[in-house]
């Protein structure tokens, strides 16, 4: 039965599978293909990045696994419970994540990092399903603007009434939340858009609202 959160094989999209084709062909040891959620199948807190890096999770399969972005990410997951090591490095590294799950709102590597809009709509159909199979209570993490429009797109929720804003927090639906935060990018962290203590504060409300 075909999997309504994660397609291994798709390839709706005719820019990224091309783009995918070639990777492969100049990385063949990379995974190079849509990138599986990881992690809990029923968790309290979910995060949505943005997509895949050409060599974190585009190389290892899992998503911020050996990319910069990941390392803040997976440190603080360490901190507050929700992962069993504080490090990210391979698929095989024996990481395992706690009451957490990660997704992207696109799971395949797009050019420059940057999704077009027809490919971001095409992907949205897989966040729904993980969005809407989400227990009463759950926390969803958006990481950026993207990923922030992909949620309310999977919610059929209008941007105009939800506009992002790091630390922001809003109720849904059966009693889970949305939180926003910056993306943990390497441009955000080393420009002190992000900083670890600002990120550390979202742990901290996501761990208030759901551990409350």
């Known amino acids: 039965m075909k999997d309504r959160h994660f397609d291994l094989h798709c390839r709706q999209c005719a820019r990224l599978s091309v783009f995918l084709d070639e990777v492969h062909e100049l990385h063949p040891d990379y995974h190079a293909r849509p990138v599986p959620p990881f992690g809990v199948q029923d968790p309290d807190l979910l995060i949505v990045g943005l997509a895949p890096g050409m060599h974190g999770a585009n190389a290892t399969g899992r998503p911020f696994t050996g990319d ?3 390392v ?3 440190k603080l997951l360490y901190e507050y419970g929700f992962s069993n090591q504080e490090t990210s490095v391979s698929r095989d590294d024996g990481l395992l994540l706690q009451r957490c799950r990660i997704t992207n709102a696109v799971k395949c590597l797009p050019p420059q990092n940057k999704p077009l809009g027809s490919e971001i709509s095409n992907c949205n159909d897989f966040l729904s399903a993980e969005i809407s199979s989400l227990k009463e209570g759950a926390m969803v993490l958006a ?9 309310l797109r999977a919610l059929e929720l209008r941007p105009k009434d939800y506009p992002f804003g790091h630390d922001r927090q809003y109720a849904l639906s059966d009693g889970r939340w949305l939180i926003d935060s910056y993306h943990c990018s390497r441009y955000n962290t080393q420009t002190k858009r992000l900083t670890e203590a600002m990120f550390r504060q ?3 409300h996501i761990c208030a609202k759901i551990d409350p």
């Open 68 to 70: 910069y972005a990941g």
């Open 72 to 74: 803040i990410l997976y």
């Open 143 to 151: 990481l950026g603007t993207v990923a922030h429009r992909a949620v």
């Open 202 to 204: 979202v742990f901290e």
